[in-house]
């Protein structure tokens, strides 16, 4: 597509619990980007992607967050036993070059 | 340890006149720099970018300047309108798609 897609839009959760986001890159671009926007403002990078590959994982919280961005599916991140501080918006962004493009986000509500 | 530095977290401006958001890093490495606007409950959009070899690009009514020696560089929208009221986030990048590092953003209003 012409967007970047991110289902869903909100996503409530119990502590615990098992949270999945997907994101949809604009069709022909490489790479793709998950970031977390916590305290209203800040952006935080998580992890990219280059096609199916993993580019950059510096970001990552291993424990109980992963990733997959696989041929002919959506992106997706998973966070596994969600905390209260996991509670933000998360971004996808794709890229062909060095302008990234977000798309709308989900917020996640960690309860 | 902010890299990426937005001094003025809100800025209002009369329709019509020039807005000048402003942005700081400290990483001589970065190689692009980019802003974007931010509406509520919406992902950010890009708006303009400049690489670090050049010291103007000008869009429309967006312009950014770059000052390497000072680590600065600015938003201009000229004439503001009331649309253009958002947050703006300045962000940079160093060379072969990394990730983008965020300032903390300055919310622009353009009154009437």
């Known amino acids: 597509g012409e967007e970047v897609a991110q289902t869903p839009k909100h996503l409530v959760r119990g502590e615990g619990q098992k949270a999945k986001l997907y994101c949809a890159p604009i069709k022909g671009h490489s790479y793709v980007f998950w970031y977390q926007q916590v305290l209203k403002n800040e952006f935080k990078f998580l992890i990219s992607?280059?096609?199916?590959?993993?580019?950059?994982e510096t970001g990552m919280p291993k424990e109980r967050f992963s990733a997959k961005c696989l041929p002919n599916s959506p992106c997706s991140l998973e966070i596994q036993a969600t905390k209260l501080e996991d509670s933000a918006v998360y971004f996808c962004a794709s890229s062909q070059g060095n302008e990234q493009f977000f798309g709308p986000g989900t917020r996640l509500t960690v309860l | 340890d902010q890299q990426v530095k937005q001094n003025s977290p809100s800025l209002s401006v009369q329709e019509g006149r020039i807005s000048i958001l402003n942005c700081d890093y400290t990483?001589?490495?970065?190689?692009?720099f980019l802003w974007y606007k931010k509406y509520p409950a919406e992902g950010p959009t890009f708006l303009i970018s400049i690489s670090s070899i050049k010291d103007k690009n000008e869009d429309g009514r967006f312009t950014v300047f770059l000052n390497k020696s000072a680590k600065h560089l600015s938003l201009h929208i000229v004439p503001s309108q009331p649309g253009d009221s958002a947050v703006y986030f300045c962000?940079?990048?160093?060379?072969?798609?990394?990730?983008?590092?965020f300032g903390k953003g300055t919310r622009l209003s353009v009154i009437a």
């Open positions: 962000a940079a990048s160093f060379s072969g798609n990394t990730p983008l590092v």
């Open positions: 990483n001589s490495m970065f190689d692009y």
């Open positions: 992607f280059q096609n199916e590959n993993v580019f950059d």
